[in-house]
């Protein structure tokens, strides 16, 4: 059976910083794409940041330079490094995989989706 599960969100002020975390069982997670998505209430999920079976990371532009996606192949598991966070980036955040060597963009493609966890940033 294939799981997801996100840990790490909570509330910080602007300008502060969360450290996602996504643990990952039950499939061949070294041969698939890894992605961050996020979805605030009343608009649709988009995505954040995207690592290749080859640990190659890609960022919306809204999050790159701020943002740090990184995956440890021998614990299975994802993270999300987040500084400088600002209000719009308050929302649930979801880990997802999908079965390609490259990143994958669309949020249709993914097959597997964690439950989310929740970051919100405010003052």
């Known amino acids: 059976q294939v799981q997801l599960q996100e840990s790490g969100g909570g509330s910080v002020e602007p300008g502060g910083s969360l450290r996602l975390s996504c643990a990952t069982s039950g499939y061949d997670y070294r041969t698939y794409c890894m992605g961050w998505f996020r979805q605030a209430p009343g608009k649709e999920r988009e995505g954040v940041a995207f690592?290749?079976?080859?640990?190659?990371?890609s960022y919306a532009h809204s999050v790159r330079g701020r943002f740090a996606i990184s995956r440890d192949n021998a614990k299975n598991m994802v993270y999300l490094q987040m500084n400088r966070l600002k209000p719009e980036d308050t929302a649930v955040y979801y880990c997802a995989t999908a079965p390609s060597h490259f990143v994958i963009l669309d949020p249709d493609d993914y097959n597997f989706w964690g439950s989310g966890t929740q970051v919100t940033v405010s003052s």
């Open positions: 690592v290749d079976s080859d640990g190659r990371p």
